[in-house]
């Protein structure tokens, strides 16, 4: 499943980069991301809210279905943040890479120093968490930069500030 999910992003993401012409502007730039965020995870950016939070030992991205009785939103962010949490946990990060048509600062190194991040999916109530944690400095730098990079380009309106405590991880 996992292998046929890059697989399907990569050719996606080939048939794109073959497609640019001129510079699109950030609304379009947005639309674009949104467009292959619903594509890739699987779900309505419309029908759910993301958080990206930032903790002293790393941080937490976050979705919810808007609508609390949407189970098939909860249900599908759930099999996503399952999939990401397995595929950073083993080093990849394409599907931000496919999402954002980009390199998200920070991934890089999250990818190299895989093995010192640990990732914990956790269901909510109306969709799932995946907590991110490390000890490593060198990390938990790149976890932060890709955590505001997430904030910025999601539109989300999260602190970019790190909190005092560990986010419950």
Do not use: C, W
Not at 1 to 12: C, E, Q, S
Not at 74 to 86: K, M, V, W, Y
Request: proline share 5%; charged share 25%.
């Amino acid at each position: 499943m996992k292998l046929a999910v890059v697989m399907m992003m990569a050719l996606t993401l080939t048939a794109h980069s073959q497609q640019k012409d001129a510079p699109a502007s950030p609304s379009e730039q947005h639309s674009d991301m949104v467009k292959r965020g619903d594509h890739a995870m699987g779900f309505s950016h419309e029908k759910t809210t993301h958080h990206f939070r930032l903790f002293k030992d790393g941080g937490a991205i976050e979705v919810q279905a808007n609508d609390p009785a949407d189970n098939t939103s909860r249900d599908e962010i759930r099999t996503h943040l399952s999939h990401i949490a397995e595929m950073f946990a083993e080093g990849n990060l394409n599907v931000p890479m496919f999402i954002h048509d980009a390199t998200p600062p920070g991934a890089p190194v999250m990818e190299k120093r895989h093995d010192l991040i640990h990732y914990k999916f956790q269901p909510t109530d109306t969709g799932a968490r995946v907590s991110i944690r490390t000890a490593d400095q060198q990390a938990l730098k790149a976890v932060h930069e890709f955590l505001r990079f997430q904030i910025a380009e999601h539109h989300t309106g999260d602190s970019t500030d790190i909190a005092n405590d560990s986010g419950g991880n």
